[in-house]
């Protein structure tokens, strides 16, 4: 079974992250993934925000194997620079950089005079620059006068092997989904592992690319399952962690979220990963603690020995 993790919510300094990594690493989870652009996290006035960005080419320069991922968003990155600089990292670490983004944002960005915008603003913005750093990245000059990218001839170098790097969109909504399905080779579903929530976005999804002609089937599909190990239902510390989930009501989060012995957790995330059709599950550990974080991926690792492919989609 292919299985991926999640260390963020700026909970570890750098030297403890790393460790976390590299233990994942070692026993045999595919995906890290780490926190991404951000300006400022207004929670967090006196612990360090470490830049995703830097950080993610950090963990990909001292491991080996493990895939790293982190969220670009289009409003902190220059359409161009941001095709130039992920063919770089495709060009020194391979395939192990992981390219994603989506179209989320922060008030708090206005702060750093970064754009902040309606949500149809922003999806926008991500499907101008996606459209564009695809373009790039086929090696031909570029240029583009659209509402949010404008480029005059641009070119980058080097060019990705065959013109092109997996995108990865996460996303929900009916508008974002669209743009999942013009342009994305993986789909984060943006959602807790609720059947009724990823159904109904699912099927926006497979509308989006039936008008397109396109085989949904061929986007992969991720999602994060927040996982703690031996607690009760840790409802209270979720909604802390995601308050954009704030709409869903305590009887369907509690089918969403994943507790227990390992044994239970296991059994819950295989039942998820089989039901929701998900090729690669990813254990939301985001705000543990380097002990628990440890332990926990440690406890779960016997799945990575599962033979699981994905379940039926619907």
Do not use: K
Not at 102 to 114: C, K, S
Not at 128 to 137: F, G, I, K, M, Q
Not at 205 to 214: I, S, V, Y
Not at 256 to 261: A, F, I, T
Request: hydrophobic fraction near 45%; glycine fraction near 10%; proline fraction near 5%.
């Amino acid at each position: 079974m292919r299985l991926g993790c999640a260390l963020g919510a700026h909970t570890h300094g750098f030297e403890e992250l790393l460790g976390l990594v590299r233990h994942a690493e070692v026993l045999g989870y595919e995906v890290a993934q780490v926190d991404g652009d951000v300006s400022m996290m207004a929670r967090r006035t006196r612990a360090e925000v470490l830049d995703g960005w830097t950080v993610t080419l950090a963990l990909l320069a001292r491991t080996e194997r493990i895939a790293i991922g982190s969220l670009r968003l289009p409003h902190h990155w220059n359409a161009g620079r941001l095709a130039q600089a992920a063919a770089t990292a495709e060009r020194i670490f391979g395939d192990r950089f992981r390219f994603a983004t989506t179209a989320g944002a922060q008030p708090i960005d206005r702060r750093f005079g970064l754009p902040f915008g309606s949500g149809a603003e922003r999806v926008a913005r991500l499907e101008e620059t996606v459209e564009a750093v695809r373009a790039l990245w086929r090696g031909e000059p570029v240029t583009r006068a659209g509402r949010f990218v404008r480029l005059d001839g641009a070119r980058v170098v080097p060019i990705p092997p065959g013109g092109a790097l997996p995108i990865e969109i996460a996303g929900r909504g009916r508008q974002l989904l669209g743009v999942v399905a013009r342009h994305a080779d993986r789909w984060d579903v943006n959602w807790p592992p609720i059947r009724s929530r990823v159904e109904r976005s699912a099927g926006w999804l497979a509308e989006a690319c039936a008008a397109l002609g396109r085989d949904p089937a061929s986007i992969e599909r991720s999602l994060w399952i927040f996982t703690r190990l031996g607690a009760g239902t840790p409802e209270a510390e979720f909604r802390v962690r995601n308050p954009w989930f704030a709409e869903i009501d305590r009887s369907q989060l509690r089918e969403g979220l994943v507790s227990g012995d390992a044994a239970r957790c296991r059994e819950r995330i295989l039942e998820i990963q089989q039901g929701l059709g998900l090729d690669l599950p990813i254990l939301d550990l985001t705000g543990l603690d380097a002990r628990a974080s440890r332990r926990t991926l440690e406890a779960l690792a016997p799945l990575l020995e599962t033979e699981a492919g994905p379940g039926p989609r619907r």
